[in-house]
């Protein structure tokens, strides 16, 4: 059983900076963040090979946020600049076996969950 914590949500202004961290037991995996906004269904944020360094990004997050991982420390990163209002959510991280250098983008793809970290962006 793969058990994760994410860390480093907040409250920030418009055009701040936040770092997520998703701290697992096992990095072995790959790895996804997701975030849930209000009243809205859950989406695909960025996702990363356990392998390799392979990575993707949703449209609406490209060259503001970026994923990354040390898998010595078993954390994997969101680094999240220019945030926005509606970059508000509850961010979770996710993880699931996969082959070393595949990235997964779907929520059905992944099999272990964090509870989650709530970023807030104020106007």
């Known amino acids: 059983q793969v058990q994760l914590e994410e860390f480093g949500g907040g409250l920030v202004q418009a055009g701040g900076s936040l770092r997520l961290s998703c701290v697992g037991s096992d990095t072995r995996y790959a790895t996804g963040w997701f975030r849930q906004p209000p009243g809205k269904e859950r989406e695909f944020v960025a996702a990363?090979?356990?392998?390799?360094?392979?990575?993707r990004h949703a449209d609406s997050v490209k060259g503001r946020f970026t994923i990354s991982r040390n898998n010595a420390e078993n954390t994997v990163y969101l680094q999240m600049d220019n945030l926005k209002p509606e970059d508000t959510a509850v961010y979770s991280c996710?993880?699931?076996?996969?082959?070393?250098?595949?990235?997964?983008?779907?929520?059905?793809?992944?099999?272990?969950w964090g509870r989650g970290t709530q970023v807030t962006v104020t106007s």
């Open positions: 990363i090979s356990w392998l390799g360094g392979v990575t």
């Open positions: 996710a993880t699931a076996d996969a082959d070393p250098f595949q990235i997964l983008s779907t929520v059905g793809d992944y099999e272990y």
